[in-house]
């Protein structure tokens, strides 16, 4: 997705956004963005903020100050159906474990208003490797098949803005290489993705961008990860 | 997860209704209800839960009050409307509690849904486990205490009182989710505001088993039509209002 001048258009803009828990300030005046097409990775360590930054950025929480737009609507103003465009990959994984996989994303595809739903949720099973166990309850899936569900519930709407939470969690090696594959095709589709990560290296091979959050600040990523 | 099948997914267009209106409205409403139910199925943690608490009240109170007044109708409004207060303050604090509990409200609040049409879901689904409740409940009191419950207007004041009680406790559940004690502060916020429910059911349950006239009665029938009617539109207005403080 490209402007007129050919430059990319910047779908999420953060600006200025401070939060605070109690006293304690988590976040300190934040901005960056994240163009169409890009792939952001958000680096820190445990307590940074960078869960803070994406449930502001999901619409989950609202920032005690700064601004954040969702390509050019503030998210502060913007009413429940700019939640289209979103989707949100959770430290935890957002679904029922009561239901199954099939029925969850059948939940959610009504909730999403999706028309046609159900080759949709086939394909995203069927992507997820969960097609075989769709009629199984969630809490009969390992830690790494809930985390696969979570991804897939997430992509299930096709949200043009993907904000990932160490979406790695729980997966084995040749998830976690489906997981590059599929960041690499959600930028060449022209999402934006927003990725959290503990992990320097994956941050490299995943994002064309890198961010380091430090004290609740934001710093180049880029140029620790040239020092490294 | 497969690189093919990733390919294929990313590629098929997605189409998602933006009509809105009342339709899409009820479309959610019917999905959180249906979804509340469905998980209840599976687990029994909330209904089975209140429903044992209303039979183990019934039996208690029956044995607590055996031999002990002249007349069984004398207490049986009372108990009928106190089993069905506290044994409903038993699931209603579950219905948000357990999305809180489990982290999956976030999954809710992430899609394009009013959060009316999420009170509303959960409305119906706490409406139909408080039926349940008093589904089972009537007939043990009329084995307990020999005292015929299924009358019309009794019923229908049972129903109406119920449908009070269901959409004040749904709003207040909603408003304590997120509180660490919210067991107890739920029947602490909920309990006062629903003496003019209790008052009014217990006041015409009485009136119909002692035999009093219908038409003398019509004005406990009005108060609860009244409360229901108040809290629909309220909690239709106030949810959307003050859900980012939820």
Do not use: C
Not at chain 1, 168 to 179: I, N, W
Not at chain 1, 207 to 216: E, F, I, P, T, W
Not at chain 2, 91 to 107: I, N
Not at chain 2, 183 to 204: C, D, N, Q, T
């Amino acid at each position: 997705m490209a402007s007129e001048n050919g430059s990319a258009e910047t779908i999420v803009r953060v600006h200025n956004v401070a939060q605070r828990y109690g006293r304690k300030p988590v976040l300190r005046d934040v901005s960056f963005q994240v163009n169409a097409g890009e792939v952001a990775a958000l680096l820190g360590a445990n307590g940074a903020g960078k869960t803070t930054l994406l449930r502001i950025l999901a619409g989950l929480d609202n920032p005690e100050r700064g601004e954040v737009w969702l390509g050019n609507v503030p998210l502060a103003a913007a009413g429940h159906e700019i939640r289209r465009y979103v989707g949100l990959v959770s430290h935890r994984p957002l679904v029922y474990d009561n239901l199954n996989g099939l029925e969850n994303l059948r939940f959610f595809a009504r909730m999403y208003d999706l028309v046609e739903p159900e080759p949709r949720i086939e394909a995203v099973l069927t992507a997820m490797d969960l097609w075989r166990r769709r009629y199984d309850p969630v809490r009969t899936y390992s830690r790494g098949m809930i985390q696969r569900l979570a991804i897939g519930r997430s992509i299930l709407h096709d949200p043009p803005v993907l904000l990932l939470d160490e979406p790695d969690t729980g997966l084995d090696q040749e998830s976690v290489a489906v997981l590059t594959d599929l960041i690499a095709q959600l930028r060449q589709g022209g999402r934006a993705v927003l990725v959290t990560t503990h992990n320097w290296e994956r941050a490299e091979r995943w994002a064309d961008r890198v961010y380091h959050l430090v004290d609740g600040t934001i710093e180049d990523g880029d140029e620790v990860l040239k020092q490294r | 997860m497969s690189s093919d099948s990733l390919r294929g997914l990313l590629g098929r267009p997605v189409t998602m209704r933006t009509d809105g209106g009342s339709a899409a409205f009820m479309r959610k409403v019917w999905a959180v209800a249906a979804k509340d139910v469905r998980a209840e199925l599976r687990a029994k943690e909330v209904a089975s839960t209140m429903i044992v608490f209303g039979l183990l009240a019934v039996v208690i109170f029956g044995l607590a009050f055996d031999l002990r007044v002249p007349k069984s109708s004398m207490v049986v409004p009372g108990i009928l409307w106190v089993i069905v207060l506290f044994a409903g303050v038993l699931g209603l604090h579950r219905s948000f509690g357990a999305e809180v509990d489990r982290d999956t409200l976030a999954g809710l609040l992430l899609a394009p849904v009013e959060p009316s049409a999420i009170y509303f879901g959960k409305l119906a689904s706490n409406l139909l486990y408080l039926f349940l409740l008093e589904l089972f409940v009537l007939p043990v009191m009329l084995v307990m205490f020999d005292t015929n419950l299924f009358q019309f207007h009794i019923l229908l004041g049972l129903s109406l009182g119920t449908l009070g009680y269901a959409e004040v406790g749904t709003f207040f559940a909603a408003l304590t989710a997120n509180s660490r004690a919210r067991e107890s502060m739920l029947p602490v916020l909920l309990l006062p505001v629903m003496v003019p429910v209790f008052m009014a059911g217990v006041s015409l349950t009485a009136g119909i088993l002692d035999g009093r006239p219908v038409s003398g009665l019509v004005s406990w029938l009005v108060i609860l039509a009244v409360f229901d009617t108040i809290f629909f539109v309220a909690a239709y207005w106030i949810v959307d209002l003050i859900w980012d403080g939820i």
